[in-house]
C-alpha cells in the first residue's frame, strides 16, 4: 500500500508508519488482504494483516474517537470469525486508480496519511475524499 504520494506503508519501531520513498530506513510492508465475509460485500469490506498475516490493523475505541493500532492476531482466524472482526475491518471504495478505507465500526472515519513522512497512519473523521485518505494498492504473486 503506498499513499497518494506514492509513499510507502511501513512498520518501524511497532508503528504503521508512511515511509519516505528517498530512505531505505522504513521499506514498504507487504499487507496480506482477506475479505470479512460476515459484512455487506457490496461495500467491500477487508481485513488487513502485516507479518504474513499475524498482526491486523484494529480500530479501538478512545475518548475522543477511535485510533487506529496494531493487534496481535492472525488474519486467517479473523476471516473465520464473525461480529467480533467489525473492528478489524474496513470498507474499500475505489476512486479512479486510488482507494479509500473506511473503518466499518465507525463510519466516517477513514484510513489516513500524516503529512509528514515517518509519521504513524491514523484514522481521519472526513466528509470529502482529500489526498489524505487516498491509497494505492500494488498487487504482488
Known amino acids: 500500500i503506498k499513499d497518494a504520494e ?33 459484512l455487506d460485500r457490496n461495500k467491500f469490506p477487508i481485513i488487513m494483516g502485516i507479518q504474513n498475516g499475524t498482526r491486523c490493523l484494529a480500530c479501538v475505541e478512545s475518548g475522543e474517537g477511535p485510533l487506529l493500532q496494531l493487534e496481535d492476531v492472525n488474519i486467517e482466524d479473523l476471516y473465520k470469525g464473525g461480529e467480533e472482526t467489525t473492528r478489524f475491518t474496513f470498507f474499500r471504495s475505489s476512486s479512479g486508480p486510488t482507494f479509500r478505507l473506511e473503518a466499518a465500526a465507525w463510519p466516517g472515519w477513514f484510513l489516513g496519511a500524516p503529512t509528514e513522512p515517518q509519521e504513524p497512519v491514523r484514522l481521519i473523521k472526513e466528509d470529502e475524499p482529500s489526498p489524505r485518505t487516498e491509497f494505492y494498492f500494488e498487487q504482488s504473486r
Open 6 to 38: 506514492q509513499k510507502p506503508l511501513c512498520l518501524k519501531n511497532d508503528q504503521f508508519l508512511v515511509g519516505d520513498a528517498s530512505s531505505e530506513l522504513c521499506g514498504a510492508e507487504r499487507v496480506c488482504v482477506l475479505p470479512n465475509r460476515f
